[in-house]
């Protein structure tokens, strides 16, 4: 029963991610742009009247597209050779999963790991690639538990 609602919640959770980043990313932003759109036409061109009989709506639009578009992409473009690094070294700086990851590595590469150590490193990784339908990366070795690090069989 335990192990039902620890699948139930963890489906749920998932469910929860999907709406919010269907939410923020796509939906608002759509409707967040649109809304900016039409405040700016109301506010900026038809509180003018020289503007305001002069330029419709449709018009602001395909002006507008045209202006702010390609603004939009230069700082987008600097943002992004600017700012990732910034922002990818903060998120680094706190994904224990990564900080794990990479000192079990560097442990391995010293021959410095336990045979319990190895053994759990690769079943949370099979496990995440069983999870995410990507077994053909999964390791094709015969048996892990029976082979010491120099690849010598155990008794």
């Known amino acids: 029963m335990l192990k039902y609602l620890k699948i139930n919640q963890r489906f749920v959770r998932r469910?929860?991610?999907?709406?919010?980043?269907?939410?923020?990313?796509?939906?608002i932003f759509l409707l967040t742009?649109?809304?900016?759109?039409l405040i700016t036409y109301n506010f900026a061109i038809k509180q003018i009247p020289i503007l305001g009989d002069a330029i419709?709506?449709?018009?602001?639009?395909?002006?507008?597209a045209l202006f702010y578009i390609p603004v939009s992409m230069l700082i987008g473009y600097w943002h992004r050779k600017h700012?990732?690094?910034?922002?990818?070294?903060?998120?680094?700086n706190q994904n224990w999963v990564w900080a794990w990851i990479m000192?079990?590595?560097?442990?391995?590469?010293?021959?410095?790991t336990t045979k319990?150590?190895?053994?759990?490193?690769?079943?949370?990784?099979?496990?995440?690639?069983?999870?995410?339908?990507?077994?053909?990366?999964?390791?094709k070795d015969e048996d892990t538990s029976t082979k010491s690090k120099s690849g010598e069989k155990l008794d």
């Open 56 to 64: 419709s709506l449709p018009l602001f639009i395909v002006l507008f």
């Open 83 to 92: 700012q990732y690094s910034v922002e990818n070294e903060a998120l680094i």
């Open 15 to 27: 469910r929860w991610l999907d709406f919010r980043n269907g939410h923020s990313i796509y939906l």
């Open 116 to 139: 319990k150590e190895d053994e759990f490193v690769i079943n949370y990784l099979n496990d995440i690639l069983k999870r995410t339908n990507k077994t053909e990366l999964m390791a």
């Open 103 to 112: 000192q079990y590595q560097i442990r391995l590469i010293k021959n410095k």
């Open 33 to 37: 742009f649109t809304n900016f759109i």
